[in-house]
């Protein structure tokens, strides 16, 4: 699969990506978790703050002990190294305990938003009609694509980066409030001429740090800025790539028998240049990136010294100030630099944002879309009223149909491939949002999907899905086996499986009829439920099928190609094709009857 999805071309302001953020983040901390929610971030905040006030006892103590090397006082000098031991084991404690209740914080967040998009992705078809928005896409429109990479991947990267970002950002902040008053009264005034006038700058290092960090995170964003839509696409690509690995082991044998190797590694191939080919250009991007923010951090570390250097000479300042002084300044310029420092993961953190922000949009907007379809159930017949059918392309298949199916009916649905047999049955669930009208369906009802699905695990789950095999004694599951001509699995009920995989295309399809006749419903949709099985056995499961609907007081209506399966049906629909200034491709005859 290849998405279509694209990143928009112009990168959202920083303001609309944290806005984004925000909106991302509350419903957690408004939550039934949120008292939780809040203690954690409460604490981790506290945390954070206590390393600060660790970094300025340490930052005044390196001023008494480098003093004390000058003057080569042994007493202080012991006491000092005793005065670290303490405050090093307060900064282990606190560390210990910010990253322990960070991970916490992530974890738990997770958890919380994983639970609530998989409910959201999951409630009223949300999952479904995602996919078939996709499919309708037309090229180059941006579609919620890999909704498993933005639940399982995205998320996780989403709680880590605002936690650990967030963080940094306060810490940034309060060291900055914290130490830039220190620096400035270490720094001093700094006097010179200049045409005749003599000025004096005070605090002047203060200045000096500002001016040097505005300029280094100026060049950052201007180095760094194609890095948001890089990994924007790189998650993308990887996600297509992961997605197709995964369709061709789930289809394994159907690529095996028809030689489909080559193409499969074709595709593969396709979607791995395509990551290698974003992956060269994030990571050109990123070496330009690390060559810049490496010089900056190199060249910090001597210049504070070339800007102290002249007061420690002339005496103004001792040798523990210097060092002071140097600390300090760096503590300044790392908080200034934090953007600098972290341009590249908040590159990610602004990519994961607007995944996110894309998929939870496309959910709110299917989760909340009218459909134009009417359903009811609960009545003692199939009826429809001006039922039209359309493909997600916007082709109308079938206009302002009525049909109608009573109990003990038997309907054979037919006509040509591709005119919408299935389409109308998708219409009958209720699933299908191309479609508008009226549709009653009874309650007490089944479908038999062309490909059932079949679940992994054990067989006895498998076989009741979606019902738990709690519902239903050993006997009745072994009985449903049996009568689906599925006798030889009757003692595998216990074993786990990917039954998808073990199990053949016709024994998928009699385990399907083996869920109808364990469950009995009174109305039968069949979707070429037997079109993998010899007409022998297609003839005893219609048989079996049939009588099962019969007893329960309902119908059945199938979609089947072979005339043997009009053997067990008395009336027949046809979808006939219509004229091209018709009101749509077909029309469905329903008034043929089978002898």
Same mark, same amino acid.
């Given at each position: ?174 060291? !900055? +409030?914290? *130490? ?5 009264? $270490? @720094?001093?005034?700094?006097? #010179?001429? /200049?045409?005749?006038?003599? =000025? ?88 330009? !990136? +690390?060559? *810049? ?5 190199? $060249? @910090?570390?001597?210049?504070? #010294?070339? /800007?102290?250097?002249?007061? =420690? ?98 309907? $054979? ?11 109308? =049955? ?170």
């Amino acid at each position: 699969m290849t998405s279509s999805a694209s990143p928009p071309t112009r990168s959202p302001s920083m303001l609309a990506t944290l806005r984004r953020i925000g909106q991302l983040s509350a419903p957690y901390f408004r939550s039934e978790e949120r008292w939780k929610a809040r203690g954690l971030l409460f604490a981790v905040v506290a945390l954070n703050l206590g390393t600060v006030y660790v970094t300025v006892l340490i930052n005044d103590w390196s001023r008494v002990f480098y003093d004390a090397l000058q003057a080569k006082d042994q007493p202080v000098f012991w006491t000092q190294l005793l005065r670290f031991t303490y405050l090093a084991m307060a900064g282990i404690l606190v560390a210990v305990f910010k990253f322990y209740l960070t991970q916490l914080l992530q974890v738990r967040w997770r958890a919380w938003m994983t639970r609530t998009y998989l409910d959201r992705w999951l409630a009223n078809r949300t999952f479904y009609r995602l996919e078939l928005a996709r499919y309708a896409a037309g090229a180059g429109e941006a579609t919620a694509d890999n909704p498993d990479q933005r639940i399982q991947e995205d998320m996780q990267m989403f709680t880590d980066y605002t936690v650990t970002l967030s963080m940094g950002i306060l810490n940034s902040v309060v060291t !900055l +409030v914290t *130490f830039i008053g220190i620096l400035w009264s $270490l @720094s001093g005034p700094l006097s #010179f001429a /200049l045409g005749g006038h003599d =000025f004096t700058i005070p605090g002047y290092m203060v200045w000096v740090a500002v001016l040097y960090c505005v300029i280094g995170t100026g060049l950052t964003h201007l180095i760094g800025r194609p890095l948001i839509g890089i990994n924007f696409n790189q998650q993308r690509f990887e996600a297509d790539f992961r997605h197709h690995l995964i369709r061709v082991r789930e289809n394994s044998e159907a690529i095996a028998l028809d030689r489909g190797e080559k193409v499969e590694h074709g595709q593969l191939d396709l979607r791995f240049r395509s990551v290698l080919r974003n992956y060269l250009s994030l990571i050109t991007q990123q070496k330009n !990136l +690390v060559a *810049f923010t490496s010089s900056f951090a190199q $060249l @910090s570390v001597v210049f504070p #010294f070339f /800007l102290a250097a002249p007061r =420690f000479f002339s005496g103004a300042i001792q040798f523990g100030e210097l060092m002071q002084v140097s600390r300090t300044f760096n503590t300044v310029q790392d908080a200034l630099s934090w953007f600098v420092d972290n341009y590249d993961r908040v590159a990610v953190w602004r990519a994961t944002a607007d995944r996110l922000t894309s998929f939870d949009d496309a959910m709110r907007a299917h989760a909340t879309s009218n459909d134009a379809l009417a359903r009811d159930s609960g009545g003692a017949a199939l009826h429809t009223d001006d039922l039209s059918i359309a493909l997600p392309n916007g082709t109308q298949l079938l206009a302002n149909a009525a049909l109608q199916v009573q109990a003990g009916d038997t309907v $054979l649905l037919q006509g040509p491939s591709g005119s919408g047999k299935s389409t109308l =049955f998708r219409a009958f669930a209720g699933i299908w949002p191309f479609a508008r009208g009226h549709v009653s369906v009874p309650d007490n009802a089944m479908f038999i999907p062309q490909r059932p699905y079949v679940p992994d695990g054990t067989l006895r789950d498998a076989l009741a899905y979606p019902n738990a095999a709690a519902d239903y004694s050993e006997e009745a599951l072994r009985a449903a086996l049996d009568s689906a001509l599925l006798p030889q699995l009757a003692s595998r009920l216990d074993d786990s499986d990917a039954w998808s995989q073990k199990l053949s295309g016709g024994e998928q399809q009699r385990l399907a009829i083996a869920r109808v006749l364990l469950k009995k419903p009174a109305w039968l949709f069949a979707d070429e439920a037997t079109s993998a099985l010899d007409k022998e056995a297609e003839n005893i499961l219609y048989k079996r099928l049939a009588a099962t609907v019969h007893a329960a007081g309902g119908a059945m209506i199938s979609i089947a190609h072979r005339a043997g399966v009009g053997d067990h049906h008395h009336q027949r629909w046809t979808l006939v094709p219509q004229a091209d200034d018709g009101p749509a491709r077909y029309r469905l005859n329903t008034a043929a009857a089978i002898a």
